[in-house]
């Protein structure tokens, strides 16, 4: 027996890693077998099929999905295409959250989509927190090498104990190794799923320079090709039920040496902001981080980056406020 089954673990791990992990053939599920309404009344739209989704921003409100389960670890994705035109103080946000389980010591894995004026592109930033960090963001902002206003493309989190990677495309653009120097900072409690779009009018694009402009509204992202391929973890329990495969995610979350390659071109091309490098808010680089002296000289010339209000995202109310705090400043 207990041979057999090591031999077996064996070939699922052989297997994992032959394949390079086969993510674009993860199953795809419907809105509703992953997801549920979080806020903004009939701002979310699920279509007939049930395949697809949309959420819009107006006047009145934002609005938001959540996950019908907690995750501990696993594959999360899902095909975005974001509003065109004139979106500045647009925030779209796909993202793993534990922050309404725990208020002072939560875990958050996010991707967050920075709309923009007219002519100018979106950008994307992503950011981890561990065990309530928000002292310390570890931020970092990219442009994408596609116009994401012009059709679906993917955006992926890969969560192990190990390792997170975030995915544009199967392109991995993003690695955090857990670390012992990171201690507690990497995220370790199961979350939720999330995606919301909301009024970042005092912070988004260049600093709060451009807010909203509710004369364009709506603004309507829209959402298809979910995937939520993780370890289930009961709310009272807190065991994970896991599915064979998502065991092994942490053996095969070990980019192959073409896919570093990739990554590494992604970010020197398109990374714009790094908080390894940001020596406004960390005289010394948080220890995680390897200072290249070529890109602190490239990622410098950059403006200093303005920062959402992390605390005011979660929460059905604190959604509404912020909605509301837009309409004002129109
Ligand atoms: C998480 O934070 C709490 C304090 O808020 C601390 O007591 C605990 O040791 C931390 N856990 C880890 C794994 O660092």
Redesign the pocket.
């Known amino acids: 027996m207990c041979s057999l089954s090591s031999m077996l673990v064996f070939m699922a791990l052989f297997a994992g890693l032959a394949s390079g992990f086969a993510l674009e053939k993860l199953h795809v599920i419907s809105f509703d077998e992953g997801y549920t309404h979080l806020f903004g009344d009939q701002n979310l739209v699920v279509r007939k099929d049930g395949k697809s989704a949309r959420l819009s921003l107006d006047e009145r409100t934002g609005s938001g999905f959540v996950s019908n389960d907690l995750y501990l670890h696993g594959f999360f994705s899902a095909k975005i295409k974001l509003p065109a035109d004139y979106t500045a103080g647009v925030v779209i946000a796909f993202y793993m959250s534990n922050g309404d389980m725990y208020e002072?010591?939560h875990d958050e894995i996010d991707f967050e989509f920075l709309g923009n004026i007219r002519g100018k592109e979106w950008r994307i930033q992503t950011n981890v927190y561990g065990?309530?960090s928000t002292h310390l963001g570890r931020e970092e902002r990219y442009n994408l090498w596609f116009d994401p206003t012009e059709d679906f493309h993917q955006y992926s989190i890969l969560w192990s104990d190990s390792h997170i990677i975030f995915y544009v495309d199967n392109v991995p653009i993003r690695e955090v190794k857990r670390s012992e120097s990171m201690?507690?900072?990497f995220p370790?409690k199961p979350m939720s799923l999330y995606s919301t779009i909301w009024d970042g009018s005092k912070w988004a694009t260049d600093g709060g320079k451009y807010g909203v402009n509710y004369k364009y509204a709506p603004y309507i992202a829209q959402f298809s090709e979910f995937v939520l391929h993780g370890c289930t973890v009961d709310p009272i329990e807190q065991f994970p039920t896991c599915d064979a495969s998502a065991e092994d995610l942490s053996h095969v979350a070990e980019l192959t040496s073409s896919q570093r390659r990739k990554m590494e071109n992604f970010r020197r091309k398109r990374m714009t902001y790094s908080y390894c490098y940001d020596q406004t808010r960390y005289k010394v680089a948080p220890p995680e981080c390897v200072v290249d002296p070529a890109e602190a000289k490239r990622l410098r010339v950059y403006d200093p980056v303005t920062f959402g209000d992390r605390g005011h995202r979660h929460g059905k109310s604190r959604h509404r406020n912020r909605a509301v705090s837009g309409s004002e400043a129109m």
């Open positions: 002072k010591n065990n309530g201690g507690g900072d370790s």
